[in-house]
């Protein structure tokens, strides 16, 4: 339990980096508070013993002492070069990129944030990152200045329009962070706002492959689906790659001519593909049982569709199948395993320019 | 001298009715004026007028950041209503605020002089003022602009729907206002010195106008220049700050901040000038270190020319500048620091009179040292990268000109009322005042600093993606309610001063300096009734005598100042 939930006295520290600063800051801060409680002491003590009527001796009063001078000269003089050899050196650290970095292309424009990764996802408002790498923004502005300000990695740098920017950080801890533009730019300034995820490595991987998409399952073919029903419910049980006592093969079945129990013959296609699954008992082909449970209401329309492509797909194999689908990649380090070759390359503006592909999340009141 | 001898002294022994406010009593006596008196007066009712602009804007936003989803406004209307607080307290109340009242009131008393060196060219930086102010309050009426008071380019040239070019002549306006006085502050200050005032017996306030003056002669033309561009780029499409028509947007932010870096000194300067009189008059000592504390504000001016990039540190300018600009930050931060300590050190040994004037100065100096040192942080590179454009800078900036520049503005206005209308206010009301503003102030920008360091932009209409942030803006507005009726306090018992106040003596704080030794409250028009001649150095107070001045007084009567009290 966090007691300061309620009054947080620091953002959450998401990256090495922000440790690194957060130290600095708190010690420039203590100097704050040690200086100010001094001049305050010495201004108060100084006013209250010397107050006009009080019995304080003020015989020896001097006006000039130049050695308090160059002490309050040189004092804060050495501290303010050591604040600034430190920080010097933490800011070059911040503003060199890191050659093996994760690398996305951001567009600030008025008053959203797109992100493109190399692979070609594209999000909006959003970016995915997987944890322990170092990511490489690389940013630019489509119409007015922009800050890229993630408060939580302590990481800030001014997007601008009409040359390119770049800003990284390494996050360290998962979860969801505050992406938000710091540069007055118009109406909804503040409402150019938006999440980084740092996910797992693994979680990563699964994002990459669902396509960078959080919200949907990943988009399957409808054979797809109806492997998965034929898989789920045993269908393969009874209809084999040859025919059984409990059912015939299903291999190549479509559009065949089939003769059935009372005498007829008919065409296999979808309808009686259809009628055959959801009411198997009004037209049983010829040589077996009625022995096949009726699926009626328990299968969802999409299912049984799914069902039909899948049969029909066998038409042309040997047994139901489907090609396995190509995962996308992404350029990550080299820790990272790539599973394919890059399968499309788009360019950024191409991309962008054909819109958004997902809604916009936008955290409701709560 | 004993501050004895100054009771038993009665400076100008016939004292004559007339003085500068009852001369003439026609309204064009007042608009034609070209006495600086005159002129300061005109200065402060515009600026104490734009200053209520200013603070209602303030009240509209601190009230809408009360919720994180905004309270009454869209998005577009709160943009210009903080767009309308900025550009009103910096241009037209802060900026002119202590140089054109106080320092347009004292800088020729002080100096022994008749009036300014060009009477004429101060009455045209009054009109320049009001006609600035007149356009910018016209832009506000007929739409309003919402570009920040920075208005950085290209939201500002092209991407606002804003009435943009009307405000900015208006601040162009105004600019050449600042650079007037400016000139007329310089050439006073070296030609009409009264006999025996040398450059090191001048009053501390008017080396702290000379340094000021400075800058706005260098600075404005800069900004003035910038803004004209801007105006060219909006209305005539010239690409200069705008990349799609072939400009550059950061050149406009080293020009803007060329002039409005050093801008905050000519916001503060002066208002460390009217502390060195406070602290050295109720003290009752000579300013400790007197060539440092002038010789700071040169340095401060200077140096003050050479660290705007410290605003920049993010905007893509070069890491090697950014090194140079932080470092020369540094270095500025020292002058400021030599002043505090000077200040301190004067308390030391001497006999301190809690008075109006002296608490808003002592407000002043712990307002001013948190605003000083939190500038460290911002001034250093890494601390920079995440705390710049949010509410830390805020808070910052606010601890410096409202903490800092106000809190001497008032301190003056109180320590020299009496003189520049001849009459005393209420002490009661005065300190309450100073304390009340003291505590709303810390209540309202203290937690700034917290949701700043929290990562809360500043120009952010709502925060609904943070909630936590809620609590300190809360604090703030309570505070801002507090700072509100600080402020309005004076607006009140000043003004009933004027009615019914008791007759302020020639010297009613027994202090030092020719505009009180040497002259009535209020002054003659020709300020003195014979030219003085300066013999003694600055701020010769004696403690000692004052104690036991006081002691001997004490329980019997209030110790009086002056002739004729």
Known sequence: ?366 | MSATTVIEQSPPTERPEKNYLNADHTLRSWIWTVDHKRIAVLYLISVTFMFFLGSIAAAVVRFELTSPWGQMLTSETYNKMFTAHGVIMVFFFIIPAIPAVLGNFLLPIMLGARDLAFPRINLLSWYLYVAGAALVLASLALGGIDAGWTFYTPLSSLYSNTQITLALVGIFLAGFSSILTGVNFIATTHKMRAPGLTWFKMPLFVWAHYATAIIMILGTPVVAMTLVLVIFERAFKFGIFSPELGGDPVLFQHLFWFYSHPAVYIMILPGMGVISELISCFSRRRVFGYEFVAFSSIAIAVIGFVVWGHHMFLSSQSVLQGILFSLLTFLVAIPSAIKIFNWTMTMYKGSVWFSTPMIYALGFMGLFVIGGLTGLHLGSLATDVHLTGTYFIVAHFHFVMVGGAIMAFLGGLHFWWPKMFGKMYSEFWGRLSAMVIFLGFNFTFFPQFMVGYLGMPRRYHFYYFAPEWQIYHILSSAGATILGIGFLMPAFYLTASLIKGPKASSNPWGAKGLEWEQTTSPPPTENFHHKPIVMDDPYDYDAIADNDDFRAHWGKEPVKYGGDN
């Open chain 1, 1 to 366: 339990m966090n007691p300061f939930k309620k009054w947080p006295i620091s953002p959450e520290q998401a990256s090495e980096w922000s440790i690194r600063h957060d130290a600095l800051f708190w010690t420039i801060s203590a100097l704050t508070v040690v200086f100010t409680i001094l001049v305050g002491v010495l201004i108060l003590g100084f006013a209250i013993r010397y107050r006009r009527g009080s019995t304080a001796d003020r015989r020896g009063a001097f006006d000039h002492h130049n050695g308090l001078e160059a002490l309050w000269s040189i004092i804060p003089l050495i501290l303010a070069i050591g604040i600034f050899v430190w920080s010097t050196l933490l800011f070059i650290e911040a503003r060199k990129m890191p050659k093996d970095a994760m690398e996305v292309f951001v567009v600030g424009k008025q008053w959203m944030w797109h992100l493109q990764h190399m692979n070609g996802i594209r999000e909006n408002n959003e970016l995915h990152v997987p944890v322990n790498t170092p990511i490489k923004l690389t940013m630019i502005s489509q119409d007015v200045i922009h800050a890229m300000y993630l408060p939580d990695f302590r990481a800030q740098f001014h997007v601008v329009p009409g040359r390119y920017t770049e800003l990284h950080f390494t996050p360290i801890k998962t979860g969801r962070f505050k992406m938000l533009c710091a540069m007055h730019c118009g109406t909804s300034h503040s409402e150019m706002v938006g999440f980084v995820y740092v996910l797992s490595k693994r979680d990563f991987a699964s994002w990459l492959d669902n396509g960078g998409n959080r919200y949907k399952p990943k988009p399957i073919t409808l054979a797809e689906r109806g492997k998965q029903v034929w898989e789920s419910k045993g269908c393969g049980g009874c209809h084999g790659a040859k025919d059984t006592v409990r059912g015939p093969s299903l291999v190549g079945i479509y559009n065949s001519q089939r003769a059935m129990a009372d005498g007829t013959t008919v065409k296999a296609d979808a309808d009686y593909l259809r009628w055959s699954i959801v009411q198997p008992y009004r037209l049983i082909t010829k040589g077996y049982e009625p022995t096949m449970p009726v699926y009626q209401g328990q299968m969802s329309e999409e299912d049984v569709l799914g069902l039909i492509e899948y049969i029909k797909g066998s038409s042309n194999q040997s047994t139901p199948g489907v090609k396995a689908p190509v995962a996308p990649t992404v350029r990550v380090p080299a820790d990272w395993p790539p599973s394919a070759p890059r399968n499309a390359t788009q360019t950024a503006n191409e991309e962008l320019s054909s819109g958004a592909t997902q809604a916009q999340q936008v955290p409701t009141k709560e």
